[in-house]
């Protein structure tokens, strides 16, 4: 079956420090692949995504390549900042298995100047 | 603009009582979904319908209804034989038919709390 497996938070890290959020996944076919942040009290919004295998997404300083080889989507970021502070979700889309979105537990993430 | 509209904001049940909670997109898709979050936990796929007066039952369906009468609206009800409804509700979009476009838009969620 479909899953998306992330990395354990709370991740708490100082401004400006290098953010890498490790993302996997199990798939059959050729799933499309995202990340979504949400702050507190408010509703999931779409930071990137990619949709086949070398793709690389990008937003806000923010990028993930997805990596057929390794079944992996890991998000990075240069330099963090207090605004990034926030809970990360990876999901993945399948055709293949009734047009559904399977979404990671989510990483927390925190920032401190 | 463009979106998906969730009331209310914050919703309390007492013990037995039935709660329909709204969800409204203006965005024209075809699927809609709603997704239960707790407390430092991902989300769960409560019901899903990809198309006017069809829908599918999610993971955690026992507890809750839908309707889907118009592409406009989805709401959900909670009903009585939920009986840990304390959640974080989101309701979500996608323009549906498994086009490679896919993404989800979400609303801004229901805080439902138990009296």
């Known amino acids: 079956g479909n899953s998306v497996t992330q990395m354990e938070g709370p991740v708490t890290l100082s401004e400006e420090a290098f953010l890498t959020i490790n993302c996997t996944y199990t798939?059959?076919?050729?799933?499309?692949l995202f990340w979504y942040v949400q702050y507190p009290g408010e509703g999931l919004q779409l930071l990137l995504k990619?949709?086949?295998?070398?793709d690389k997404g990008s937003n806000k300083g923010f990028e993930a390549t997805y990596r057929k080889e390794t079944t992996s989507f890991h998000l990075e970021k240069g330099s963090v900042q207090v605004s990034d502070s926030a809970v990360y979700f990876c999901?993945?889309?399948?055709?293949?298995?009734?047009?559904?979105?399977?979404f990671g537990t989510g990483t927390s993430l925190t920032v401190i100047p | 603009d463009g979106g998906i509209t969730q009331s209310p904001k914050y919703l309390f049940r007492k013990e037995g009582q039935n709660v329909t909670l709204s969800c409204e997109q203006n965005?024209?898709?075809?699927?809609m979904y709603w997704y239960r979050q707790d407390p430092g936990q991902g989300l769960r796929l409560i019901y899903y319908?990809?198309?006017?007066?069809?829908?599918q039952k999610g993971d955690i369906a026992e507890g809750y209804s839908v309707s889907r009468e118009k592409k406009e609206s989805f709401p959900l009800t909670v009903t009585s034989a939920q009986k840990n409804p304390t959640a974080f509700y989101l309701c979500?979009?996608?323009?549906?038919?498994?086009?490679?476009?896919?993404?989800?838009?979400f609303g801004s969620g229901t805080q439902l709390s138990v009296l």
């Open positions: 979500a979009s996608s323009i549906g038919g498994g086009s490679f476009n896919e993404k989800l838009f």
């Open positions: 798939a059959t076919g050729y799933p499309s």
């Open positions: 990619a949709t086949k295998a070398d």
């Open positions: 999901a993945l889309f399948s055709q293949n298995t009734g047009n559904q979105f399977y």
């Open positions: 965005l024209n898709h075809d699927a």
């Open positions: 319908s990809q198309i006017v007066n069809d829908f």
